[in-house]
């Protein structure tokens, strides 16, 4: 992979809602719910400090996921990587526990990494943090407008561009941004772009929702966004939005704009990363059915 696709995919892992993110948070709360199916869900608080984990249990999938990010996870179970990891749990006979941290720098390492838990789902297929299993599905980052505000916009070289009030998801440092910003500079539009950070204000439900909330009010004119959240906020929105895969899906040898998603486990965790590639392939009309439902834009894969 070169360089440039690397921070693409790195910019993805951060800037997609879901996806992984990078560099360190200090002290970061780690919140246990168990799905055991007798009695409420159980929430304990992991230690601050380091502390060997709780090994794992055959009879159990620790999940380590968000608890404040739809349309991905939330801690009500209401996202549909929830509901994803429901039915691969129940497909290998295992009782479901999330481990619930925010997507901040660190997360893998101060999750996964640090073995609180088994699997985390949505990092991309060339996550080179963890091992991933197959893709369970592929999106792209799409344009989204306010329906009947001018001709539909989907390439990067459309020259309204350069006129328009753009919004893109970003994450603060320039090297590991999102590809939209990455095109846009290229391209010479930078001042009328403007950024929402993913990581947005924790203290509200769903942060990353800003940029779509943002073209619904028509503080921007359009905004460039991972495919899953577009497509579930802008389902949502007040006012109709419409969604346009961005062309070209590549720009350039280094910067995709679509990308399979898979569920990364531990390095060395073979085992458990073929069960799962058993279970994606036996549960792909159901997992499918899940992502349609919450509005995922699907791709085929594209001609590199």
Known sequence: MSSGSSRSTRALAIGGGALIVAAAVAGIGLHHRSMAAAGPPVHLEAPRVVETPPPPDPGVLRVCADPNNLPFTNQRGEGFENAIAEIVARDLGRRLEYYWAPQRRGFIRTTLKAGYCDVVLGVPARFEMARPTQPYYRSTYVFVSRR?????????????????????????????????VQALAVRHIVDNVRGYLVYGDYSTP???????????????????????????????????????????????????????????????????????????????????????????????????
């Open 148 to 180: 009947g505000y001018g001709p539909r916009l989907s390439s990067l070289d459309d020259p309204r561009l350069k006129q328009l009030r753009i919004g893109v998801e970003m994450t603060g440092e320039d090297y590991d941004n999102p590809p939209a």
């Open 206 to 304: 769903n942060p990353p929702r800003r940029v779509i909330d943002a073209v619904s009010s028509g503080q921007v004119d359009t905004a460039i966004v991972w495919g899953p959240l577009a497509g579930y906020f802008a389902k949502q929105s007040p006012v109709p939005l419409e969604l346009a895969p961005v062309t070209p899906h590549r720009d350039g040898p280094a910067l995709p704009f679509e990308f399979d998603i898979a569920m990364g486990v531990r390095r060395g965790d073979d085992a458990l990363r073929d069960a799962l590639d058993r279970v994606l392939a036996r549960r792909a009309l159901e997992i499918r059915q899940i992502l349609e439902r919450f509005g995922v834009p699907l791709v085929s894969r594209s001609e590199e």
